[in-house]
């Protein structure tokens, strides 16, 4: 029941290297955090899991359910069950939130062999998902993510998830800018969506985050790769010694 496996993931953007040996497994029912320092890889790594064109690999591979998936498309990793939340999500003038999630409901479900939802059918599961992200149901009819707050869209961030039902849900800096309130309802909501066959990844530059959501296992990122991996009291060392520790661990080479 391995969801994600990587192997020796290396990654450039414009010829430079970013990623230089990733290696991470994530099982089903599990929850990881990756954190580190900015500028350590985290979102590139995030970005090449989901297939971002911008990056290419230059060594490794990613196991996805099985299945070889650096050949991929973006939309089809997506289609698969990868979900990226994103640290700044899109604003689309125009198009209503809740065009926008039938859309993307119903893109997933013709992928499953399902028919399209019948429109109220879909609100009412539409209006089951709010109360998990505690969302106002004006926020349905207001164009996607325009003038929404950082914790509003976080929150719909969490909607996307909720009614897209993915396999591997990536959280890139989903709390960031968020105050305690949004923090708790983004916390609440992965913590009732998180199921014994899905996995997350939360990837979070500050350790806040993981007093809501207790992790599995926590790795930091230096420097393009993986160098320490623990439990829970990894992220309690690092708020208390910082980032520096890492170095100097890495130094003394223990
Ligand atoms: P993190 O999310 O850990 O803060 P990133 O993955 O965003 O780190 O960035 C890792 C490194 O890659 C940084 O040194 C950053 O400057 C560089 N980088 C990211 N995107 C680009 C880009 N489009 N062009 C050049 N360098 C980039
Ligand atoms: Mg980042
Ligand atoms: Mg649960």
Redesign the pocket.
Same mark, same amino acid.
């Given at each position: 029941n391995v969801i994600l496996s990587v192997k020796n993931l290396s990654a450039n *953007?414009?010829g430079?290297p *970013?990623l230089k040996g990733v290696n991470l497994e994530i099982k089903a029912g599990e929850i990881h955090a990756i954190m580190?320092?900015?500028?350590?890889?985290?979102?590139?790594?995030s970005?090449v899991i989901a297939g971002h064109p &911008?990056y290419e690999v230059t060594g490794g591979e990613i196991i996805y359910k099985g299945q070889n998936i650096l050949e991929k498309e973006p939309n089809e990793r997506a289609l698969e069950g990868i979900f990226l939340a994103f640290q700044y999500p899109l604003e689309i003038p125009g198009v209503s939130n809740l065009d926008f999630l039938r859309v993307a409901y119903n893109i997933r479900r013709k992928h499953l062999g399902l028919e399209e939802i019948d429109t109220f059918d879909f609100e009412d599961l539409v209006e089951q998902k709010l109360d998990i992200v505690k969302m106002n149901p004006a926020f349905l009819d207001r164009s996607l993510n325009e003038g929404f707050s950082g914790g509003e869209k976080k929150r719909n961030e969490i909607l996307q998830m909720a009614l897209l039902e993915p396999t591997l849900a990536i959280l &890139?800096?989903i709390d960031s800018g968020l105050d305690i309130d949004a923090l708790r309802i983004v916390a609440d909501g992965v913590n009732q969506l998180a199921h014994a066959n899905n996995a997350f990844l939360l *990837?979070t530059?500050y350790q806040r985050l993981l007093t809501y959501i207790e992790p599995h296992h926590i790795h930091v990122?230096y420097d393009?790769k993986i160098v320490i991996s623990g439990g829970k009291e990894l992220a309690l060392e690092l708020e208390e010694t910082g980032y520096d520790f890492i170095e100097e661990k890495l130094l003394k080479g223990i």
């Open positions: *953007i414009n430079t *970013i580190g320092r900015n500028g350590s890889g985290k979102s590139t790594f970005k &911008d &890139d800096e *990837i530059h990122m393009g």
